[in-house]
């Protein structure tokens, strides 16, 4: 196993970036285009493996008229939306019914332009699969969620049940079953969405697969919710302490019982409150970074340990939630103290600890890969489709 670099480095990427930033500005949006492949190519030349790299061969170009087109899209809607708000709500059904559409383009065309060792990526899923996993599923599986609940919430008044024992099983054994339906139906969707992105991806004429299940999924989201719980009691506990240990709760207490000065008794017991909600915000934030760090890196180890490239190149993830959460935790206070100019170092530092906790058994070696040739069609469906920016978040 043989793990992938990154050579860049965030002072290198921040001059590319802050020039982005600048021309968007003063072009009023035009040149974004063209600022996202230069972040795109930045990223692609410099992740490496065994000395050869990606390559990013869209073009500025290329993608401006399909931006052009989403930006007249969401002026229409906005327009519409101001003047006639069932014209927006038909609009909005609209979009969500070719949502998958977009989907299914963009990975089209952002697999196409994309390259390793001068061989291209490729994605062969077809529209229907975009259909079911993207549009169909999500819907079934909110109705599912959904329907029970609401239904007991009609059935039970219109039949005038009063609590009682049998009502309160049935109400419990109703509730167990939404958790367990929930945690199914959340895994079943993530099994599919990865199924069908991986096993849609070409590499030349070579063809990943996967093989992953929704119950490994349920498994991981299980842990996932219970520790959140445990490190939400944990929160609340440390909270508590520091409180205790700071006088906080004491000053608010001997606050309340003062009255000799009502005015400064409200603003030294908002300032109390104040630091104690602001406690409770910022563990709140850290904890939900810890469990996105553990989900994230659990599922991606699953699915790399399940993949293949045509059963014979195989991948591997040694990605660890901690060090994955630090550098999250620690990428939000740089850009927080940096007012937003630290995001170049943030991007390559998450960049470089993916990249390098990325592993491919090369043994096989990509020599006998060879560049599929391109149907002669027009890519403009696949450019408005990458313009949205979507992204099927897949774990990779």
Request: aromatic share 14%; glycine share 8%; with cysteine.
């Amino acid at each position: 196993m043989k793990a992938l670099s990154f050579a860049g480095s965030g002072f290198e990427y921040f001059k590319i970036w802050i020039v982005n930033i600048l021309l968007t500005i003063v072009t009023l949006g035009l040149y974004y285009p063209w600022a996202k492949v230069r972040n795109r190519r930045y990223f692609a030349a410099n992740s490496n493996l065994e000395g050869r790299n990606f390559e990013y061969h869209a073009t500025g170009k290329q993608l401006f008229i399909g931006y052009l087109i989403a930006m007249a899209i969401f002026i229409v809607f906005v327009i519409i939306q101001n003047v006639s708000p069932i014209g927006s709500l038909i609009v909005a059904l609209l979009f969500i019914l070719a949502l998958p559409w977009i989907i299914w383009r963009s990975i089209k065309f952002n697999m196409r332009m994309t390259s390793f060792s001068n061989v291209r990526f490729g994605f062969d899923g077809i529209l229907g699969g975009a259909y079911i996993n993207y549009l169909l599923l999500p819907i079934v599986c909110f109705l599912a969620l959904y329907g029970l609940p609401i239904a007991l919430a009609i059935v039970i008044p219109m039949l005038g049940l009063q609590m009682n024992a049998l009502l309160g099983i049935i109400i419990l054994v109703a509730v167990i079953a939404f958790i367990v339906l929930a945690f199914f139906l959340f895994a079943f969707l993530k099994k599919r969405n990865t199924s069908y992105a991986i096993n849609g991806y070409r590499y030349g004429q070579g063809e990943f697969s996967t093989n992953v299940e929704t119950k490994k999924f349920a498994m991981i989201l299980l842990k996932s919710v219970g520790l959140s719980i445990l490190a939400m009691i944990a929160l609340l506990v440390i909270v508590a302490v520091i409180a205790g240990f700071t006088g906080i709760a004491n000053e608010i207490l001997q606050l309340k019982d003062s009255l000799q000065d009502p005015e400064a008794m409200q603003m030294a017991l908002a300032g109390s409150l104040g630091m104690l909600i602001g406690l409770v915000y910022l563990g709140f934030i850290i904890v939900s970074l810890l469990i996105v760090a553990y989900l994230y890196t659990r599922q991606r180890t699953y699915i790399y340990d399940n993949s293949n490239l045509d059963n014979k190149i195989t991948f591997a993830s040694t990605l660890k939630a901690r060090p994955f959460a630090w550098v999250m935790i620690t990428n939000f206070i740089i850009i927080i103290f940096t007012l937003g100019f630290g995001v170049p170092w943030a991007k390559v530092r998450m960049a470089r600890l993916i990249l390098e906790n990325s592993q491919v058994n090369t043994n096989h070696g990509f020599d006998e890969y060879l560049t599929q040739k391109q149907k002669q069609q027009s890519s403009l469906g696949e450019q408005i489709g990458d313009a949205f920016d979507v992204d099927v978040g897949i774990g990779f």
